[in-house]
C-alpha cells in the first residue's frame, strides 16, 4: 500500500510559480509511475503530467506543456512538479498518483493510488 502526501500548493498571481511535491510512503517508490492530475470546480478530473519509473519518458496535457516539469526523485520516495507562467485557468486542485506499471497513462482509473489533494489558486 502507497501513501501519497501532497504539498506546496497555495495562491499566486497569474505568471507565478509554484513546485508541488508529493511524498510517498509504504512501498518501493521507484516501482512506480506517479502522475499529476488536477480538478477545478465544476470539472471532472484532468490529467496534467506523468514521468516514469526512471523518470527518462514524460507525458504532458497539450495545456501545460512548455510551462510544467515533472520529475522524480526515487532517493526520496518524491515526486515534483514545477509550474511556471502559472495562468488563472490552472486553478484547481492538484492530485498526486501512482500506478505500479512501465506504462504511462493519462487515464484517472488507471491508477491504484492517490493523494489528497492540495489546492492552486492562481489570481489575474
Known amino acids: 500500500q502507497v501513501h501519497l502526501v501532497e504539498s506546496g500548493g497555495g495562491l499566486v498571481q497569474a505568471g507565478g510559480s509554484l513546485r508541488l511535491s508529493c511524498a510517498a510512503s509504504g512501498g518501493t517508490f521507484s516501482t512506480y509511475g506517479p502522475g499529476w492530475f488536477r480538478q477545478a470546480p465544476g470539472k471532472e478530473r484532468e490529467f496534467v503530467a506523468a514521468?516514469?519509473?526512471?523518470?527518462?519518458?514524460?507525458r504532458y496535457a497539450d495545456s501545460v506543456k512548455g510551462r510544467f516539469t515533472i520529475s522524480r526523485d526515487n532517493a526520496k520516495g518524491t515526486v515534483y512538479l514545477q509550474m511556471n507562467s502559472l495562468k488563472p485557468e490552472d486553478t484547481a486542485v492538484y492530485y498526486c498518483?501512482?500506478?505500479?506499471?512501465?506504462?504511462?497513462?493519462?487515464?484517472?482509473?488507471?491508477?491504484?493510488?492517490w493523494g489528497q489533494g492540495t489546492q492552486v489558486t492562481v489570481s489575474s
Open positions: 498518483a501512482a500506478r505500479s506499471s512501465v506504462v504511462l497513462t493519462t487515464t484517472p482509473h488507471q491508477y491504484d493510488y
Open positions: 514521468i516514469s519509473r526512471s523518470g527518462s519518458v514524460t
